[in-house]
């Protein structure tokens, strides 16, 4: 089950330093954090996954490992987020079993987020809603796709180029968290930069 709201930390590695920053988020008041590593460097993938694994148990917080229902399953994570091209929800419910937190990108498209809740999806998130850059080439979604989602009676996640500055009015359309990575994981002090985050949600 997924009732979290607030900062949605999603990592940005490779990174020498992961442990520290992710750390500094969760001291700044990150609800969840999402293990993102797109390299092919399986062994050190789950040396990390792992370890943030136990980290994010320390402080009460689920580790969601972005795309990989294997590595979630290895390293005890709380659950995996899907996206275009990945396993259903039904593969990772297989996998993972049913307490498994499954989140699913529905990126700027309604009827994908409903066909999400109609299969169960723990979480929908939707952007980018502003240019990122992670993803620069990615579709934008409107903020009026947040309040029409509401109905759907899921958690709903907004992620893409988010700010504290620009978190607002996202938080105010329906997102229960904002999902980061560069305006996180790249700042010098990345514990205040969540605790900005966080305060928004208060």
């Not at 607030?6 to 609800?31: K, M």
């Amino acid at each position: 089950m997924f009732n979290a709201r607030g900062l949605y930390a999603i990592t940005n590695g490779p990174r020498i330093d992961l442990e520290r920053a992710v750390t500094a988020a969760l001291d700044g008041g990150a609800c969840v954090i999402q293990y993102r590593d797109k390299t092919a460097d399986a062994s050190r993938r789950k040396v990390e996954a792992t370890m943030l694994a136990g980290l994010c148990a320390s402080h009460e917080v689920p580790l969601i490992v972005n795309d990989d229902i294997d590595l979630a399953l290895a390293c005890g994570a709380a659950g995996v987020h899907l996206g275009a091209g990945d396993a259903g929800i039904a593969a990772a419910r297989a996998r993972l079993g049913h307490e498994a937190i499954v989140g699913v990108s529905c990126y700027d498209s309604l009827d994908q987020a409903r066909r999400a809740a109609d299969e169960g999806a723990d979480y929908i998130a939707f952007g980018a809603f502003h240019p990122s850059p992670t993803k620069p080439l990615a579709r934008l979604a409107n903020p009026e796709l947040l309040v029409a989602a509401r109905s759907l009676g899921i958690p709903l996640v907004a992620i893409g180029g988010i700010t504290p500055d620009n978190a607002p009015l996202l938080i105010a359309a329906g997102a229960d968290c904002t999902a980061v990575i560069s305006s996180l994981f790249d700042a010098d002090d990345i514990e205040s930069v969540a605790r900005r985050f966080s305060l928004l949600f208060s």
